[in-house]
């Protein structure tokens, strides 16, 4: 289990307890935007190098107003926040 004080808290429990998560490929879902940042420790996804380009996602429709997950804080806090993985349409 993670510590209550470990730094990428930030009150995620509020909006990320219970939800349901899909594996994607990171597309940006608008010119003007481009990138996302895991929720908790803000590791960038976008489609440059270097960057994240799979992970975790609460919207997997359009990806707008969707929170990112990286694969590594998934698995820190899956079993404490109670995901579930879904099948993307």
């Given at each position: 289990m993670?510590?209550?004080?470990?730094?990428?808290?930030?009150?995620?429990e509020e909006w990320?307890?219970?939800?349901v998560?899909?594996?994607?490929?990171?597309?940006?879902?608008?010119?003007?935007w481009?990138?996302?940042h895991?929720?908790?420790?803000?590791?960038k996804?976008?489609?440059?190098?270097?960057?994240?380009?799979?992970?975790?996602?609460?919207?997997?429709e359009?990806?707008?107003d969707?929170?990112?997950?990286?694969?590594a804080c998934?698995?820190?806090?899956?079993?404490e926040?109670?995901?579930?993985?879904?099948?993307?349409?």
């Amino acid at each position: 289990m993670v510590s209550s004080t470990d730094w990428r808290r930030r009150g995620q429990e509020e909006w990320l307890t219970g939800a349901v998560l899909f594996r994607l490929s990171y597309r940006p879902y608008s010119p003007l935007w481009d990138h996302e940042h895991c929720a908790f420790c803000w590791d960038k996804f976008s489609d440059s190098p270097g960057d994240l380009h799979e992970g975790y996602c609460t919207k997997p429709e359009d990806g707008s107003d969707a929170r990112w997950i990286c694969p590594a804080c998934f698995a820190d806090f899956r079993e404490e926040f109670g995901w579930t993985v879904g099948n993307a349409p």
